[in-house]
């Protein structure tokens, strides 16, 4: 699931939703995730924890950049690489929010002030 959340905070990151549970809905009903697991994003802050997928895709980006350097038939991937909004969230980890609200997206909300992206959600 890690390089599927990772994509789903790249998403946020430039912009082209506006919300987290937006591509929940999406991967739960366009690509048959797990319902059970309630999203990939709502499973990432939910079940997985920000730290840990942090972790295991920095472990992950690295392997793929040892085999893309040592051997000539694999083509560069940035897929392991982790977006900067989930960084953000794994340093927010445990903090506080409102009922009906979730840490992604209020730290996306600060995200976006900062580094808007070119989708049309980013200036909101």
Do not use: H, W
């Not at 960084?87 to 002030?113: H, N, S, W, Y």
């Amino acid at each position: 699931f890690y390089p599927l959340i990772n994509e789903g905070f790249k998403i946020l990151e430039q912009g082209y939703v506006a919300r987290s549970s937006d591509i929940d809905l999406v991967y739960i009903y366009g690509y048959g995730f797990p319902p059970s697991k309630g999203g990939p994003m709502f499973f990432a802050e939910n079940y997985a924890g920000f730290k840990t997928i942090l972790e295991k895709l920095k472990v992950f980006d690295k392997q793929a950049k040892e085999r893309y350097t040592k051997n000539p038939q694999y083509l560069p991937i940035d897929y392991f690489e982790p977006s900067k909004l989930l960084e953000a969230c794994a340093a927010k980890e445990g903090m506080q929010v409102f009922p009906g609200q979730t840490v992604i997206d209020v730290v996306l909300k600060d995200f976006r002030k900062s580094s808007p992206g070119p989708g049309p959600f980013s200036k909101l």
